[in-house]
């Protein structure tokens, strides 16, 4: 009987790229799913009456919730080009190994592309 090694120590095993962009969709993911009540509800109080619109336009003008808005207007926009690539891969685009990695890395360009538009937009 042969013994396997075992690596116990997490800390040392390397993910490869994809997987840790695989593990940033699921991230962005519960991002939005822990951010969409709270935006349906200032969706709600915009659209009450035009006092409660200046109230949710004041409170997002602050640093804080403009920084916290950018990151939830990011994970939407990672989420979707990440979604666009599982979707593609499903279908049989991209399933290699060297196409994952090339997928990847538009994927990424793509991302910074979104935010720095993000970024001069906010």
């Known amino acids: 009987m042969t013994t396997r090694p075992v690596n116990l120590d997490i800390t040392t095993v390397r993910m490869p790229f994809t997987a840790v962009l695989s593990i940033l969709h699921r991230i962005s993911g519960i991002v939005i ?12 109080q915009s659209l009450t009456s035009p006092e409660h619109y200046a109230n949710v336009e004041q409170l997002l003008s602050g640093g804080f919730y403009r920084f916290a808005f950018f990151g939830v207007l990011w994970a939407f926009a990672y989420h979707i080009m990440a979604g666009i690539k599982h979707l593609l891969m499903d279908a049989g685009h991209g399933e290699t190994l060297e196409g994952a990695k090339i997928s990847s890395v538009l994927l990424v360009i793509g991302n910074i592309l979104v935010l720095i538009f993000l970024g001069v937009r906010l």
């Open 33 to 44: 799913f822990l951010a969409a009540p709270v935006l349906i509800w200032l969706l709600q």
